[in-house]
Nanobody, 124 residues
Framework: QVEVQESGGGSVQAGESLRLSCSTS????????MAWFRQAPGKEREAVAT??????YYANSAKGRFTISRDNARNGIFLQMTNLERQDTATYYC???????????????????WGQGTQVIVSS
């Protein structure tokens, strides 16, 4: 079993930035794909960004504003979010799986391990 833990959420004003962190309780190399998803109240969970192997993919809502990167020290990932908008308000979840995805990078069911989420609130 792999434990996933997110941190870094909070309340910010529109236009500000936040950096989310995700760590996993596993040895480096056994988790090959990690992703950030988010879920706003009353809405379905949606993908934000994913790293699978050496490849990175962003959802349209994240392109140009969010950056996903690896945190090798904690076997996890970061999500740097800039120019936040009110519609970015959501609970952000980190997800992980063993193995590289050749497709379905934004499909929640393809990820095995999930964190409890960290809340991001953006106000204007």
């Amino acid at each position: 079993q792999v434990e996933v833990q997110e941190s870094g959420g909070g309340s910010v004003q529109a236009g500000e930035s936040l950096r989310l962190s995700c760590s996993t309780s596993t040895l480096t190399g056994s988790i090959n794909s990690m992703a950030w998803f988010r879920q706003a109240p009353g809405k379905e969970r949606e993908a934000v960004a994913t790293i699978t192997g050496a490849r990175i993919y962003y959802a349209n809502s994240a392109k140009g504003r969010f950056t996903i990167s690896r945190d090798n020290a904690r076997n996890g990932i970061f999500l740097q979010m800039t120019n936040l908008e009110r519609q970015d308000t959501a609970t952000y979840y980190c997800a992980a799986r063993r193995g590289i995805l050749s497709g379905g990078w934004f499909t929640p069911s393809f990820y095995t391990f999930w964190g409890q989420g960290t809340q991001v609130i953006v106000s204007s």
